[in-house]
C-alpha cells in the first residue's frame, strides 16, 4: 500500500465549478500535512498547510480527518490559473515529506 | 531573492554513461533535499543535507548514486553507472533549516533521459 494515496484524475471542469480531492494517508504517526502544487513541466511549490480543525485561503479550504488518516482540499470558483497538479504531501516523524502522486486538475473555458 | 538554481535542465545520456546534476540552494537555507520525480508520480526523497552533513540517505540506490555537499552550500548529485529506469527529473530543494522542511523551495529540476 502506498503511503499517501491520490485520485490521479483528471478531473476537468468548467470555470466557477467547485471541486474537490481527497487523499488518505497510511501511517497514523504522521505529524503534519500539506497541499503542494505543481504546474506542468515546473517544480511543486507550497499552496497550503492542512489543519485538524481545517483551514481557508482564500478559495481554497483544506481539511483533515486524522480518525480516518484522510485530507481534503476543496476549490472553489475554479479559475483557468488553477489548472495544475496537486500534490498531498504528509511529513513524517523525521520531518521528511512524502508525496502523493497527485491529483490533476484541468479548468476549462 | 534567487531562488534554487539547478544545471544542466536537460540531459540525454546513453545507460551505463556517468552524469553528474549540480545545485545551488537559497542563500542561508542550511537543509538541501535531492528528489527523484518519475513521470506520473510525486518527487521521492533521495538524500537530505544539513549543513554538510547527510540526515537521510535511506532512498539513494547507493550502488551508483552518490551526492555530497562538502562546503555546505551547493551539492552535486551523481549517477554511475545510468540505468534506463534512472530516466526521471532530478529536483534540488531547500528549506531553511530541519525543522523547517514542510516549506521546501525547489529547483526547475533537470530532465534526465537514458536511453
Known amino acids: 500500500r502506498k503511503e499517501v494515496e491520490q485520485d490521479p484524475g483528471p478531473f476537468n471542469v468548467p470555470e466557477g465549478a467547485t471541486v474537490a480531492f481527497n487523499c488518505t494517508y497510511s501511517?497514523?504517526?504522521?505529524?503534519?500535512f500539506f497541499w503542494y502544487r505543481q504546474d506542468c513541466r515546473k517544480e511543486p511549490k507550497l499552496l497550503m498547510s492542512?489543519?485538524?480543525s481545517g483551514n481557508e485561503d482564500g478559495r481554497f479550504t483544506a481539511q483533515l480527518n486524522r480518525a480516518s488518516q484522510y485530507i481534503s482540499l476543496l476549490i472553489r470558483d475554479s479559475k483557468l490559473s488553477d489548472s495544475a497538479t496537486y500534490l498531498c504531501?504528509?511529513?513524517?516523524?523525521?520531518?521528511?515529506?512524502?508525496f502523493g502522486s497527485g491529483t490533476r486538475l484541468l479548468v476549462r473555458p | 531573492e534567487a531562488g534554487v538554481a539547478q544545471s544542466p535542465r536537460y540531459k540525454i545520456i546513453e545507460k551505463r554513461q556517468s552524469v553528474a546534476f549540480w545545485c545551488n540552494p537559497i542563500?542561508?537555507?542550511?537543509?538541501l533535499y535531492w528528489y527523484q520525480q518519475i513521470l506520473g508520480q510525486g518527487p521521492k526523497l533521495l538524500i537530505q543535507?544539513?549543513?554538510?552533513?547527510?540526515?537521510?540517505d535511506s532512498q539513494l540506490p547507493k550502488d551508483r548514486f552518490s551526492a555530497e555537499r562538502l562546503k555546505g552550500v551547493d551539492s552535486t548529485l551523481k549517477i554511475q553507472p545510468a540505468k534506463l529506469e534512472d530516466s526521471a527529473v532530478y529536483l534540488c530543494?531547500?528549506?531553511?533549516?530541519?525543522?523547517?522542511?514542510?516549506?521546501?523551495?525547489f529547483g526547475p529540476g533537470t530532465r534526465l533521459t537514458v536511453t
Open positions: 530543494a531547500s528549506s531553511l533549516d530541519w525543522g523547517n522542511s514542510y516549506e521546501q523551495y
Open positions: 501511517n497514523s504517526a504522521s505529524q503534519s
Open positions: 492542512v489543519y485538524s
Open positions: 504531501v504528509v511529513r513524517d516523524s523525521s520531518y521528511k515529506l512524502i
Open positions: 542563500s542561508g537555507h542550511a537543509t
Open positions: 543535507f544539513q549543513n554538510n552533513g547527510v540526515v537521510d
